[in-house]
């Protein structure tokens, strides 16, 4: 059973275009991250949020974390080429052991000139 | 080198051989992890090491052995492979042992033939 299902699984869009993909749960999580990882490269972290109705910016990228922390969204503004990537959320379990994270599949986003 | 390291990046094995693969972290950080990335599956968490001592196991099988000469350095032994185990493993490490902010490496193309 996959405890963090994300949507959708990929999305292609045009650069200039705005997307949104999503991390849902049934578990509440004492915080969840977003990572983007590129082809042939590892994740890398784009932000940690903790609070529940949390909003974080990153230039162009705005987090969400629900606010029963079960859930989170990722939208992008003005997508660019840059962009591409797969975008995975992770989750603290609250109830698990400390130092075990659950990760979803991903989103493949990728954005064409 | 800065980061987090990874060596091979590419390895083609038979299911007979016994191989390893390296990690290093230039980062200071004091807990380092193996994960499995296979395609279309979220990533899976293999083991935990927190100040060289393991603290996770995920249920992985025997023919993977991890190990934690120190705090900057990660070993994950391999043999007896089987075709299911062609994956990219992917080694992270954090601050700390009850971090969430994770710092990846490129990862090991793994394939088992």
């Known amino acids: 059973t996959q405890l963090l299902e994300q949507s959708p699984q990929f999305l292609s869009i045009q650069e200039g275009e705005n997307l949104t993909v999503y991390c849902n749960s049934s578990s509440v999580f004492s915080s969840l991250q977003w990572y983007r990882q590129e082809p042939g490269e590892g994740p890398v972290l784009l932000v940690t949020?903790?609070?529940?109705?949390e909003v974080k910016k990153l230039k162009r990228l705005t987090f969400q974390f629900g606010d029963a922390r079960k859930d989170s969204s990722l939208h992008i503004t003005a997508a660019q080429p840059g962009d591409t990537g797969l975008y995975l959320c992770?989750?603290?379990?609250?109830?698990?052991?400390?130092?075990?994270?659950?990760f979803g599949a991903g989103t493949q986003v990728v954005v064409t000139p | 080198e800065t980061g987090v390291t990874q060596t091979p990046r590419h390895l083609v094995m038979g299911m007979t051989n016994k191989k390893s693969l390296k990690c290093e972290q230039h980062l200071g950080h004091n807990a380092m992890y193996w994960y499995k990335q296979s395609a279309k599956k979220p990533l899976e968490l293999m083991f935990v090491?927190?100040?060289?001592?393991?603290?996770e196991n995920n249920s992985v099988p025997s023919r993977f052995s991890p190990e934690c000469p120190n705090s900057s350095h990660l070993f994950l032994h391999l043999h007896t492979l089987q075709p299911e185990d062609s994956a990219l493993y992917l080694c992270?490490?954090?601050?700390?042992?009850?971090?969430?902010?994770?710092?990846f490496g490129p990862g090991t193309r793994l394939t088992v033939t």
């Open positions: 992770a989750g603290e379990m609250t109830t698990d052991s400390w130092g075990k994270f659950q």
């Open positions: 992270a490490s954090s601050r700390g042992a009850v971090s969430y902010e994770q710092y």
């Open positions: 090491y927190s100040l060289e001592e393991r603290v």
């Open positions: 949020v903790v609070t529940g109705g």
